[in-house]
């Protein structure tokens, strides 16, 4: 076993010496190397060899998995290592992490190569993935929900929980046990609800996926993606294609990630709270005349939902992202432009709130949807913003746009 890998306790049973937020401060303490507190930023791409020459083995009589030290940053490195510990910890299954969620994702396929790709509701940019997949490799896409029978053995069905970009759930359980009466794979994109919101493996994924541009970098400032996997197997294979697919993390972006990943339980605690306040404070305002209900249709968050399992899954807490639908194209163009705190951007998962008139950026979403990534901000400044914003719309002094109301 190479000394880099960290067993989580999830995969080896052993109860954890410390909790999660402690972990998150320290699980990576084992890399380090040096005597400074804070990590050091590791710029090398390669490593030396050892001075003794007795010590020199040849690589046909070492397998790469089993060398002793870091040797070229494409296969490990000393910042990738720490943060793939703290991950491998925090999201109970080994990590490993890559440039970006895309490139996660493209991996994952790369290595389970399914005949099927079923799981139609997912981020747009993991649907150019698999048609990428598609074209290469003749993939067939079907629906999430498509007739059980019409899943085979080795299909992968992939299910994104809470979806972007609507912040609403879905049954992992559901879709786990569908997948493996018929002998597919469960792929579960949790970047909407890193822990302590949910974990996936709780309820039977096979392989979970983050983009850790969003909660896990926390600070909108790096790209990165992250494969959580049970089986040390699966996560040496994935290894191995890394190294040769090169989609591997960078060493700037690993020391950003390890930075933020120590705080990932605040702010993520902090984030779902004051989403799920202001997504319930807008739900009530439908229900009664006002300034709200004038120029909103709907709210769409997890925490809005009414099945028991939502809560039951999310139990550390609902997504930080929830939909809004304003009853005109207009009015979702123009929301954004009376807010002072939300800046008016695509992403999330930063500590600062951001809201996106989505069309922007998704071609197949709704002209009237907004996208709202709530950040670490207080709650009630923020329903301030938007209520001060509803009232400029209500009274029509919108921004000139071309277009009608
Ligand atoms: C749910 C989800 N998965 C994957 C990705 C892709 O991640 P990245 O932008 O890091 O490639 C995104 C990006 O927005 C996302 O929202």
């Given at each position: ?48 060899y050892p001075r003794d020459p007795s010590k020199l083995v040849a690589a046909k009589d070492l397998p790469l998995e089993d060398a002793e030290d870091h040797v070229y940053s494409r296969l490990s490195s000393p910042g990738t290592a720490r943060l793939e510990a703290l991950l491998s910890s925090h999201l109970n299954g080994y990590a490993l992490v890559y440039s970006s969620g895309l490139a996660a994702f493209h991996a994952a396929l790369v290595h389970l190569n399914p005949r099927q790709l079923s799981g139609s509701l997912f981020y747009h940019g993991c649907h150019g993935v698999a048609d990428i997949h598609s074209r290469l490799t003749g993939m067939k896409q079907i629906p999430l929900d498509c007739p059980v029978e019409d ?255």
């Amino acid at each position: 076993m190479s000394k880099f890998i960290l067993q989580p306790s999830a995969v080896t049973g052993n109860p954890a010496k410390y909790t999660a937020d402690t972990n998150l401060v320290h699980a990576d303490e084992f890399l380090n190397d040096v005597i400074d507190v804070a990590p050091p930023i590791h710029v090398s791409t390669t490593f030396r060899y050892p001075r003794d020459p007795s010590k020199l083995v040849a690589a046909k009589d070492l397998p790469l998995e089993d060398a002793e030290d870091h040797v070229y940053s494409r296969l490990s490195s000393p910042g990738t290592a720490r943060l793939e510990a703290l991950l491998s910890s925090h999201l109970n299954g080994y990590a490993l992490v890559y440039s970006s969620g895309l490139a996660a994702f493209h991996a994952a396929l790369v290595h389970l190569n399914p005949r099927q790709l079923s799981g139609s509701l997912f981020y747009h940019g993991c649907h150019g993935v698999a048609d990428i997949h598609s074209r290469l490799t003749g993939m067939k896409q079907i629906p999430l929900d498509c007739p059980v029978e019409d899943l085979q053995p080795g299909d992968v069905v992939h299910l994104e929980t809470p979806l972007n970009p609507l912040g609403t759930a879905f049954d992992i359980k559901y879709y786990a046990d569908r997948a493996h009466n018929r002998g597919a794979i469960l792929i579960v994109d949790s970047t909407f609800a890193p822990p302590p919101l949910q974990d996936p493996f709780e309820f039977g994924a096979d392989i979970v996926m983050h983009s850790a541009s969003k909660y896990i970098g926390g600070h909108s400032d790096m790209l990165g993606g992250v494969l959580v996997t049970r089986d040390l197997k699966t996560r040496w294979k994935l290894w191995e294609d890394r190294l040769y697919l090169g989609g591997v993390m960078g060493n700037l972006e690993a020391w950003l990630g390890t930075r933020s990943a120590r705080t990932l339980g605040l702010r993520v605690l902090r984030q779902s709270e004051n989403a799920t306040k202001l997504a319930g404070w807008l739900s009530e305002e439908l229900a009664k005349e006002g300034v709200v209900k004038d120029v909103v249709e709907v709210v769409k968050h997890a925490s809005l939902q009414k099945e028991e399992w939502v809560g039951k899954q999310m139990k550390g807490g609902f997504g930080p992202v929830f939909a809004i639908e304003m009853k005109s194209e207009l009015l979702a163009k123009t929301l954004p432009s009376h807010l002072e705190l939300f800046a008016h951007a695509t992403s999330l998962g930063g500590v600062e709130s951001l809201i996106e008139w989505r069309a922007m950026s998704d071609a197949h979403c709704s002209t009237k949807l907004l996208r709202v990534s709530v950040g670490i901000e207080n709650w009630e400044d923020l329903k301030k913003d938007f209520l001060q914003a509803f009232e400029k719309l209500a009274k029509r002094e919108t921004v000139v746009l071309n277009g009608t109301d």
